[in-house]
């Protein structure tokens, strides 16, 4: 019996287009065939489905450099993604599937560039240096009934010293009920073959896939503009890319922050679950107490972003037109501090 095989390509580097078609690939497509699928995210924290971003990354510094978030739909710890990271993901039929197959895949593609792979525990990928083995891809898996699901990343010619820059977070008195990520040593694959890129990477991988299964592979190209023909895909990056998904699933955590103003000293509480401020708390010296009151009681039960702390202080500045010049201070500082 001959094994189907389909590789899908993405030209699109948007974080969001791409991790919707790893969940329409898993959930619509057919499981009999082998697939694999190919792709790249321009700059992008992509975030455990479990994690806390306002915990795990440097939003602030995100947001100055037009880097993306994005959530994935499983678990694990916040990664950066950049052009120099090269995502793979394969489909396989759940009946015979073993995941040394795909890493096979793998490590048969990278003999073309004179590298020799190992495997560490049941999720990294990793090279031998003089001074040890460094990682340079990570993975998960999930599976249904019916398939069998495993994705990941190959380091090639990353940025990695901008990994400190976004999940690294500022010191904040912030307290998340999850777990920190430990980071493992890590490299770039073209330390060791200096010409190696997403596209030859690439070209390696689809012969590997084909060699692996003694049959040709149908290639198929992914594009922003292919998003309507496809009503499942469509669906699925309207879900990854709204704000409920990417800070509303998020488990309850506080955040503390203070400061001296013009109007006295803040120190605000905020306690946020579902990425909405459940409990506020403000302790101040501030003369106007009916602006405290009304302040706490505007921004509870609103999201947790810059967005509600603009609205909220539109009504605040209608309603003590006279502090305008305070509030608008207080106001960019509460934003710069939410940092969303």
């Not at 959930?27 to 915990?55: A, Y």
């Not at 699925?236 to 709204?242: A, H, P, T, V």
């Not at 998904?245 to 306690?271: A, C, I, N, P, R």
Request: with cysteine.
């Amino acid at each position: 019996m001959t094994t189907t095989l389909k590789v899908f390509l993405s030209d699109s580097f948007h974080p969001h287009l791409n991790l919707a078609t790893e969940e329409w690939i898993f959930h619509n497509l057919d499981p009999s065939s082998q697939i694999l699928f190919l792709w790249r995210n321009e700059e992008t924290v992509v975030i455990g489905r479990n994690q806390n971003p306002w915990s795990e990354c440097n939003l602030a510094q995100m947001k100055n450099d037009n880097v993306h978030l994005a959530r994935r739909t499983t678990g694990g710890g916040a990664v950066f993604h950049d052009l120099g990271n090269t995502n793979f993901t394969f489909l396989s039929p759940k009946e015979g599937y073993r995941r040394e197959n795909n890493v096979q895949i793998i490590f048969d593609a990278l003999k073309e560039f004179g590298i020799t792979g190992e495997a560490s525990g049941r999720n990294d990928l990793m090279v031998p240096f003089h001074d040890g083995p460094r990682k340079f891809s990570g993975s998960a898996y999930r599976e249904k009934k019916d398939r069998a699901f495993h994705h990941g990343t190959l380091l090639l010619r990353a940025d990695l010293t901008r990994l400190g820059n976004y999940l690294t977070p500022n010191p904040k008195k912030l307290q998340s009920k999850g777990k920190e990520s430990v980071r493992a040593r890590v490299t770039n694959l073209n330390e060791i073959a200096k010409d190696i890129n997403h596209d030859n990477v690439s070209e390696a991988m689809i012969r590997s896939f084909e060699k692996f299964y003694n049959a040709k592979a149908e290639i198929i190209m992914l594009t922003m503009e292919s998003l309507p023909e496809i009503p499942e895909l469509k669906e699925q990056y309207n879900r990854l890319s709204s704000w409920d998904w990417l800070y509303g699933s998020t488990l309850e955590f506080t955040h503390k922050m203070d400061e001296y103003l013009s109007l006295g000293f803040f120190d605000f509480h905020f306690v946020v679950n579902d990425a909405e401020i459940k409990e506020l708390k403000i302790y101040t010296d501030c003369l106007y107490p009916a602006l405290i009151e009304s302040m706490q009681q505007e921004l509870t039960g609103k999201h947790y972003n810059g967005d509600s702390v603009k609205t909220v202080f539109a009504v605040l500045v209608k309603k003590f037109p006279d502090l305008e010049p305070q509030l608008n201070e207080l106001e960019s500082w509460l934003i710069k501090n939410i940092e969303v």
